[in-house]
T-cell receptor
Framework: GAVVSQHPSWVICKSGTSVKIECRSL??????MFWYRQFPKQSLMLMAT?????????EQGVEKDKFLINHASLTLSTLTVTSAHPEDSSFYIC???????????????FGPGTRLTVL | EDQVTQSPEALRLQEGESSSLNCSYT??????LFWYRQDPGKGPEFLFT???AGEEKEKERLKATLTKKESFLHITAPKPEDSATYLC????????????FGKGTSLLVTP
């Protein structure tokens, strides 16, 4: 249980184009999903919190007009990198929050990540 | 500001050689401390959540413990398939459910 998928697993695009990444919770519903970014040899940095049916909350320093987040359903959140540039090249990972069976607290389960390369 | 520091940055063990990874943290209000395993090019895989000092959890060769200042991930008789980066993260009770990650410990277990 608690499987999260991402699509695509990797993408290469030209500078100035936009790229959409999908994050799906496959066997549970998630009112809250999170988007992280990970640069080589670095840890995960939270970019934004995605709430179903409402606007995303962005972390300080993350441009909301550049990284568009849409959480249109309880199983799908999308991240669109608009006008991508080489410095946006990174590993983008989403997570979805749910409560495991038998637990009294929520846990975040992560997707497999999307490798974005901007030429 | 919340801080998570993991040590060592890298650890090389021989198969069967037990050791511990450290996660020191500073947080204004701890909702939970999480351990994840991450293989190269993949997303983190959930291992444990610890909520209060004194709590311990075990899964196969792994055991996680928690004090008010740090957490340890003990690896008993590791196997090569335990090689991965182990990430520690804290969740602040005043900041929703976002996770603040440490930089991780890269573990290599050689046969």
């Amino acid at each position: 249980g608690a499987v999260v998928s991402q699509h695509p697993s990797w993408v290469i695009c030209k500078s100035g184009t936009s790229v959409k990444i999908e994050c799906r919770s496959l066997d549970f519903q998630a009112t809250t999903m999170f988007w992280y970014r990970q640069f080589p040899k670095q840890s995960l940095m939270l970019m934004a919190t995605s709430n179903e049916g409402s606007k995303a909350t962005y972390e300080q320093g993350v441009e909301k007009d550049k990284f568009l987040i849409n959480h249109a359903s309880l199983t799908l959140s999308t991240l669109t990198v608009t006008s991508a540039h080489p410095e946006d090249s990174s590993f983008y990972i989403c997570s979805a929050k749910t409560r495991p069976q038998g637990s009294h607290q929520d846990t975040q389960y992560f997707g497999p990540g999307t490798r974005l390369t901007v030429l | 500001e919340d801080q998570v520091t993991q040590s060592p940055e890298a650890l090389r063990l021989q198969e069967g050689e037990s050791s511990s990874l450290n996660c020191s943290y500073t947080v204004s209000g701890l909702r939970g401390l999480f351990w994840y395993r991450q293989d190269p090019g993949k997303g983190p895989e959930f291992l444990f959540t610890l909520y209060s000092a004194g709590e311990e959890k075990e899964k196969e060769r792994l055991k996680a413990t928690l004090t008010k200042k740090e957490s340890f991930l003990h690896i008993t008789a590791p196997k090569p398939e335990d090689s991965a980066t182990y990430l520690c993260a804290v969740q602040n009770s005043n900041s929703g459910y976002a996770l603040n990650f440490g930089k991780g410990t890269s573990l290599l277990v050689t046969p």
